[in-house]
């Protein structure tokens, strides 16, 4: 039995590809071997559940794997306003570890979906959950429609690419998002540590991209029609064309690569992630037309007119 240590400052980390570094280690643990992680959640900035919900995938990893994880809290305050956020989008609850809540939990209805492990039974209820922070919240109507289509697409990506064996609904990973209206922003992540991207792509018994390498697969991911035969391969096209109308951010990192999509598209080599994870940033108060992104003909208005009112009439429920 190997034994290896990880230590999370976030104070000192800044993107995502910094907190993968420091999730990464040089070997890879095998069953039975023991990860002991240290993490300090007191940041002088934001505490961003985003990176939070990537730590939370990498554990679970571990522990599919027969890893034993041991570790602990540096400068764990509980009063702390970081300790009680890591606690409210259920950090602790998917870490397992024991957290007594002081405070009364308020209804995160229009800010943030917390921490949530979604598979094949739960997807939609989970996609919904999402799109109900966001609907009739002043949010340009033009994002909202092109996002009800490119988030579950992202997420149907998940379940259906990560599974080892090409079959849909094998997959799973972990989701969260969060609306912060002072900052006119949507922030999500969505993160799995399935067979990533390259294997997903090449490895197909139908694919066409085959010859691809490992960085070739990450960066061409977001173009229209690239697919290993089990979809469209419209949803990345459509989820980057909506980023740059919104002057946005879409990160996908899979294996040793991410690529950056925003007004340009920038593929770099970086520290490895067991799977894909996908981060999507959005400006609430940018429009987006979604005629450049769906062809004539499409009915993809109708389907988030369709959502909105589902949803309003749950919304006027809770009241």
Not at 13 to 30: A, D, M, N, T, Y
Not at 90 to 99: E, I, P, T, V, Y
Not at 257 to 282: A, P, R, V
Request: net charge negative; aromatic share 10%; hydrophobic share 35%.
């Amino acid at each position: 039995m190997k034994k290896f240590n990880l230590s999370i400052d976030l104070n000192t980390i800044g993107c995502h590809s910094q907190l993968v570094k420091s999730l990464s280690l040089k070997e890879v643990p095998q069953k039975g071997d023991e990860v002991h992680i240290e993490i300090d959640l007191n940041t002088e900035g934001l505490l961003l559940a985003d990176f939070l919900t990537l730590i939370v995938c990498v554990i679970y990893s571990f522990k599919n794997k027969g890893v034993k994880i041991t570790g602990k809290f540096l400068n764990f305050k509980r009063s702390s306003n970081k300790i009680k956020y890591a606690s409210r989008v259920d950090f602790f609850k998917h870490l397992k570890f024991a957290f007594q809540e002081d405070f009364q939990r308020r209804n995160s209805s229009g800010r943030f979906i917390e921490i949530k492990k979604f598979d094949d039974d739960n997807s939609l209820t989970v996609f919904k959950d999402i799109m109900k922070i966001l609907i009739n919240k002043g949010i340009d109507e033009g994002l909202l429609t092109a996002l009800d289509f490119c988030l579950y697409e992202v997420i149907d990506n998940t379940l259906n690419h990560a599974g080892p064996n090409f079959e849909y609904g094998e997959g799973e990973g972990y989701i969260f998002a969060q609306h912060f209206p002072t900052f006119k922003e949507i922030r999500i992540i969505i993160a799995d540590d399935g067979i990533g991207i390259h294997r997903a792509l090449t490895k197909h018994p139908e694919t066409l991209y085959s010859h691809y390498t490992e960085e070739e697969a990450v960066k061409h991911c977001i173009d229209n029609g690239v697919t290993n035969s089990t979809g469209k391969g419209f949803g990345l096209w459509s989820t980057s064309e909506m980023i740059k109308q919104n002057k946005g951010e879409l990160v996908i990192h899979s294996g040793n690569y991410s690529l950056k999509c925003n007004s340009k598209n920038e593929i770099n080599k970086e520290s490895f992630w067991d799977g894909t994870y996908t981060f999507i940033k959005l400006n609430t108060d940018v429009s987006v037309n979604v005629d450049n992104i769906f062809e004539a003909g499409h009915t993809q208005r109708d389907s988030y007119n369709e959502l909105k009112e589902e949803l309003l009439e749950d919304l006027s429920d809770l009241w």
